[in-house]
């Protein structure tokens, strides 16, 4: 079973950025595997962030296009996010999963192992 571990999540004020990680163990196919991000804020459904599939191409919903990148270190087994000019819209729980399929989907669904999140805030 893969073990994803969250960090680098915080409390931020509006307009600046963060950058957060996600260490997978026990993942002899991570170099194969599409990594995604997903976030949760409460009273709201969790939502597609951004994926990134084996062969580095990279999705972001709408909301986040132009501001995150995703980006996947294969020699590390790890999956970063970075995000610029935070929104008080950002603010959530930011889950890192992982699909042994490499391919991209934004359906949670489809995703065999998430981590346990990490909570991002963004203040006014």
């Known amino acids: 079973q893969v073990q994803l571990v969250e960090s680098g999540g915080g409390l931020v004020q509006a307009g600046n950025s963060l950058r957060l990680s996600c260490a997978a163990s026990?993942?002899?196919?991570?170099?194969?595997?599409?990594l995604a991000w997903f976030r949760q804020a409460p009273g709201k459904e969790r939502e597609f962030v951004s994926c990134?599939?084996?062969?580095?191409?990279?999705y972001y919903a709408d909301s986040v296009k132009g501001r995150f990148t995703i980006s996947k270190d294969n020699a590390k087994n790890t999956v970063y996010l970075q995000m610029t000019n935070l929104l008080t819209d950002d603010s959530a729980v930011y889950y890192c999963?992982?699909?042994?399929?490499?391919?991209?989907?934004?359906?949670?669904?489809?995703?065999?192992?998430w981590g346990q999140g990490t909570q991002v805030t963004v203040s006014e």
């Open positions: 999963a992982s699909r042994v399929r490499g391919s991209y989907s934004s359906d949670p669904k489809t995703y065999e192992s």
């Open positions: 026990e993942a002899p196919t991570f170099s194969g595997d599409a």
């Open positions: 990134v599939e084996w062969n580095m191409r990279t």
